[in-house]
């Protein structure tokens, strides 16, 4: 019996073909093995779990967000500190030139020192440039420098301690401004510049201004009235 599948020749009492097994003659062949099979049952996939998931590119992705947050609000505090130190340092070096003005004055007025109440007015000749009676912390005033007032017109021979004795230093805001110790402010990381009477300058911390020297007693016959 040829196959009429693949044409092969069998028996003619063959019930599959020997070739490709396809059933020839019906009427011989218990049908109930012909009947369709189940199909087998397919894995069902996994309920995904409820609550925060993320493949592994978000999550990566999340963690470099996270991780950039956290070093900008490290790294801001040090930019802060830098540019206050800046501030501060070119704070210091305006002093350093209004102690050489204040000390040119007197060299040429008998080496008196200039009157507070004109302190600024007078030494700005010498100084030639009002940006130095600024200090940068406190852009925008006229003025933010005070002079000591106990040092106005006094003759530079009476200042026994001159490294100690405060003549100019941070101050409220105000051209000419002069007086003592309530007109500190301590804008520089707790403390203020100072410019002493031997013409260098210093940081000198909030707690520790009382130990410079804020008044001169004047000698005696010296001629110096003293006041601003």
């Known amino acids: 019996m040829q196959c009429p599948n693949c044409r092969f020749e069998n028996a003619e009492d063959a019930q599959r073909c020997s070739r490709c097994g396809i059933v020839l003659n019906l009427s011989d062949v218990d049908l109930s093995d012909l009947q369709p099979q189940e199909p087998e049952a397919r894995p069902q996939p996994r309920a995904r779990k409820k609550g925060f998931a993320c493949g592994l590119a978000g999550c990566v992705l999340v963690g470099l967000i996270l991780a950039g947050v956290f070093f900008v609000a490290a790294i801001i505090p040090v930019f802060v500190r830098a540019r206050d130190k800046a501030r501060q340092t070119s704070c210091w070096a305006n002093l350093n030139q ?45 003025g933010t420098y005070a002079m000591n007032d106990a040092v106005s017109r006094q003759d530079l021979s009476a200042i026994a301690s001159p490294e100690q004795t405060v003549l100019l230093f941070d101050s409220t805001t105000g ?29 000198v911390d909030g707690r520790s201004t009382s130990k410079y020297t804020w008044s001169v007693p004047p000698p005696a016959g010296s001629g110096a009235t003293g006041g601003p």
């Open 98 to 142: 209004l102690n050489l003005a204040m000390l040119m004055y007197a060299k040429d007025h008998a080496e008196v020192m200039p009157p507070a109440s004109g302190w600024c007015d007078l030494t700005y000749p010498y100084a030639k440039n009002t940006v130095v009676y600024v200090c940068p912390a406190a852009s925008g005033a006229v």
């Open 175 to 203: 051209w000419n401004m002069h007086g003592g110790p309530p007109l500190i402010d301590n804008r520089h990381n707790g403390g203020a510049n100072f410019g002493f009477a031997d013409g260098h300058s210093e940081w």
